[in-house]
């Protein structure tokens, strides 16, 4: 029972994180909101007993893919030179 | 016998993309002529094996299906493979006189180019459904590495909408693998048919089969998600333009045609296959139509793909609830099709790129005069156009006339008007380029003169097409039961 | 509903998700995150799918663990072409064909 | 951003794709299992060579997908590296002077090659391998370049390329040799199988680090690009 509850819970936090890091208007967050949805990934691939991916998950998924997207972010926050910068997009 | 050509098949494109990322861009390129070489015999001697011994399962790393990967070896695999060595080695032949060997990032062109190729040979044997995808990931990322590579904005901007979109279409081809695999506990295509034959839940299948050609169908850019193809194949240096054409498109395509024919007509409906079916026509006119509005020579070869592609389409109507001479038939008019418009559009490509590189300009107004520099490489270009708009006795001709045979054998009249329709417009655009050249213009004429060996590769594709037409029985001979077990 | 059939499940909301944010947002990163999104929910639904009867199954297993390596390949490239071509443009989406006041006005009205 | 209508037609769409691909998913999962694919690799997990079926699945039983998939990872890295600055892959901005973080990178570097060391040796017959190994060395390289310790190596010369496909280059040789031997592609002789796994993970989880290395740190900030075709 408790499981299944834990389950259901780790869905929907799936979900609201997947939905965050989409709708979210700060690209930074988006990203912060995606590595930590690629950690939930890595905790649900325990739960699916899939130990194998849920390091993968956690170190490829979340970890690199994570730190690939902060430095690319931080790139275009520094811009490219004195150039105005088309960092946030509209609406 | 087998073995040694198989594993000569497999290892040499993985070797020679390995090997030639350690050199230059000149030796990577003479490297490359010797696994050319390879590539042809092992390819003719693989063909020469299934012509008078018949095809084979090659059990990779020694475990069968389901539990390991095995590739199909038949008489329609051999002919593919035999045309991608032709195809790819002119292209490849082309760009290694055609692209500036100075160039630091040109270094990678071979590797890519090689990797490319490995990946089209795994997808023409490919019997596993997720060796395939893997497959179509390889030949994507090289081939928008190749679209990139050194690329200004532009060229950045088509391969980022090149790569999106194929990534797209792989993952949901992967998610109907994902349901195929719940449904039935294996990722072999054999297996997937057997069951499918006797399963009393088959039709479960339909979300499954959908998924995987919606995905094929973006990554085959059937109309209306066309949209990345236009600039991925109009930006990209000639030769590569001429691979993505002529090769790289057909790959996805002849994964959803090998899908379709082996589990889907058992399990889609009427509605699928004519909606696949009109799709194509759709895009056959409205590509061509397309084709004869731009102002760049490229982007006018680049839409003419779109609607060349239409017709590949027009598969599915003709395959479905027919009976099986009318289905045959209509397989072997699209596997001509996929091999005249293959060796058609490369060559005009590559007739293209030597246009270009001889008048300095990618408009089509300003071909006027070229007709007199560049006599051999406008020839080509028309016997290539020959080709696309079906005339005889070229490929195109043939693919079309069997295409109509199948239509009007199965009733499906309303196929021949777009056919016919289809023919007229591409006429029409590729007169309209030699209208253009033939103008003549007084204040231009210092053409630069390229290569001859550029403007022969070009020549050798070109003929190759007229050849198909030529030789269309012998062809359809040697791939005997197109799509079908040759055990 | 078994545990897998819930995640299978969670994957197809998660597909519907990813597919709406690669659609409808701009911003190639965005995109590229959507398409990262799709992937995890495929990598769900095939283990979650086949996992569903017969417990733990290595062969999807496996095959999630190649797909997440392919899709850190191909986000990694996206990324390369997207820094390029920030470079190159300053520009971080695609539609880029509209001039700047446009866009503008074209993201009042949106 | 877009019109309303657009927004709206794309809620839809995802909405019916969700709701179909849910009925999808919830229909075959009320199916009988079909699949005895577990049981004949259960009977065929002693020929393998390694204990853990994970690693079985991916070395042996579909060592053609892997291999394809390095090959993937390698154009990523080839496209990432062609792109870089010529001369050096170091970016100054990077440079930190914090001396507690570099005091504590002395331990942590360690520490983690460590374990990546741990994850590759645990593959055989525990959850763990080359690719999870290789991300933790990638993660290593990643801690070591964002407090500005130098990374020579990852300067796109000749090194940086062997790097790259070492892991790849001895998964086709092994490939090779069997089929010279007589056997299929990729088939392992029986008696050798253990080591050659072995060896194959040990240097694909170099390469796969420095694969995933070299993307991070591909910074595309070489100018010069080719003209378009035409335009001279």
Redesign the interface.
Known sequence: MVEILLDLLLALALILTAAAALLSQDLFRAIVVFIAFGLLMAVCWVRLQAPDIALAEAAIGAGLTGVLLLDAVSHFRRGRGTDSVVEEERG | MSNWLMAGLLFTPLALATVSLLLGFRQGRALSWLGMLLQLLVSVGLWWLVRHEGGFYYTLAGWDAPLGIELRVDGLVVTFLLLTTLVASGCGIHAGFYLEPDRPWQRYFWPLYWFLWAGLNTVWMGGDLFNLYVGLELITLSAVGLVALGGQAEALRAALRYLLAALLGSLAYLLGVALVYGQFGTLSLADVAGQVRVSEHALLMRPALVLMLVGLALKTALFPLHGWLPPAHGIAKSPVSALLSALVVKASFYIAARVWLEAGVAVASQWMAQLLGVLGAVAIIWGSWLALCQPRLKQVVAYSSVAQIGYLFLLFPLTFGVEASVSLHAQQGITLQVISHALAKAAMFLAAGNLILAVGSNRVEALAGVSHFLPFSLFSFGLAGVSLMGLPPSGGFAAKWMLLQASMASGQWWWIMVLAGGGLLSAAYVFRIYKASFLERDEQDHFYHPDRRLEVAAMLLALASLGVGVSGSQVLSVMAMPFEEVQ | MS??????????????????????????????????????A?????????????????????????????S???????????????????????E?EVPEAG??E??H?? | MRSPAARIGMLLLALMLTALLGRSVWQLSMLEPASDLPRQLQDKLAASGVEHPVTAVLLNFRSYDTLLEIAVLVIAAMAGISMARTRSLEDPELRTSDTLLRALLRWLVPLMLLLAGYLLWAGADRPGGAFQAGAMLAATGVLMRLTGLPLDFLRPGILLRIGLVLGFALFLLVGLASAIAGDVFLAYPREFVKGLILSIETLLTLSIGMILLALFVAAPVNDASEPEEGEK
């Open positions: 545990t897998p059939l819930l995640y299978a499940l969670t994957g197809a909301v998660l597909w519907g998700i990813g597919l709406m944010g690669l659609i409808g947002l701009r911003h190639l990163l965005r995109k590229l995150l959507a398409l990262n999104l799709i992937g995890s495929t990598f769900l639904i095939l283990v979650g799918l086949a996992q569903h009867h017969n417990g733990p199954d290595p062969v999807p297993q496996a095959l999630v663990l190649t797909g997440i390596v392919v850190i390949a191909a986000t990694a490239l996206g990324v390369v072409l997207i820094r390029r071509y920030f470079h190159l443009t300053g520009r971080t989406e695609l880029s866009r503008d074209e993201g009205s949106g």
